[in-house]
């Protein structure tokens, strides 16, 4: 299974192979983090069990700081994740003048992530985000997916169509358009696959603007999970910034 997208990773990354259903999956070990807040952090990958990885990063002082549970199936070309988060007591929200704050522990968890899938060939990496994580999600280029559940996409639609900013006016008026679509629908389980990518392409527009406009996120974020996919051939595409992240974060890894 070979990817679409070519990458060369340096010769410090070491990799385990593990099998996962007959097929050989990669495993990174232990990588130091260059990390301006704690001296002696680093990142490594677990085999939970069948296609149940965990990307731990962790301190020698401080032990396990963040965890990304993520699945490899290489039958399906895709890196599910299940949850990422950074502990409590190391969340910079939670502790605003504590040391980690502006470490970055969860953008280095999601470069382990991207490391893990485009070493074994995954073509995406799959998640639900919370309410609280889609802005963070979506600024390392993940794209909505939001389904064809219709209470799901009516919910979405729903939100951004009762959003009165008037830099939110466009995708507004496109959801409230796009729901009075779904009205004439006679069955309300699920919406056709046009009303699906037509609801992703306002979610993305919406939230873009937000950013673009450095509208605070509080008062316009939604209150739903929202299902979104980051394409490995969107890495490719954005090779620049990914490769800047590596090196800020001191990883010997290369687009």
């Not at 990422?84 to 953008?107: C, M, Q, W, Y």
């Not at 609801?199 to 996120?217: A, F, G, M, N, R």
Request: contains cysteine; proline residues 4%; glycine residues 6%.
């Amino acid at each position: 299974m070979v990817s679409s997208v070519s990458l060369r990773s340096l010769g410090k990354i070491k990799y385990t192979p593990v099998k996962v259903d007959g097929n050989d999956v990669k495993m990174f070990s232990k990588i130091p983090l260059k990390n301006d807040k704690i001296d002696d952090l680093f990142m490594y990958m677990e085999h939970e069990g069948d296609e149940h990885f965990n990307i731990f990063v962790s301190s020698d002082t401080l032990g396990q700081l963040g965890r990304d549970q993520i699945a490899i199936a290489p039958p399906y070309d895709l890196t599910m994740e299940a949850f990422i988060e950074v502990l409590d007591k190391f969340r910079s929200s939670k502790n605003p003048g504590g040391i980690t704050k502006g470490a970055h522990i969860g953008e280095a968890m999601r470069l382990g992530s991207i490391i893990a899938s485009i070493e074994n060939g995954m073509k995406a990496i799959d998640l639900y985000s919370m309410p609280q994580a889609i802005f963070f999600h979506r600024k390392y280029g993940f794209e909505p997916k939001i389904g064809t559940v219709y209470k799901k996409v009516m919910d979405a639609l729903t939100h951004m169509a009762s959003d009165n900013h008037p830099k939110l006016k466009v995708c507004s008026k496109k959801s409230k358009a796009v729901i009075e679509k779904m009205k004439t629908q006679r069955a309300k389980k699920n919406v056709s696959q046009k009303i699906s990518r037509e609801t992703d392409k306002i979610i993305t527009e919406y939230l873009d603007t937000i950013v673009k406009e450095d509208l605070p996120v509080k008062e316009h974020n939604f209150s739903i999970d929202i299902p979104m996919r980051l394409y490995v051939d969107e890495i490719k595409n954005r090779k620049e910034v990914f490769n800047s992240l590596f090196q800020k974060h001191g990883i010997d890894y290369v687009v």
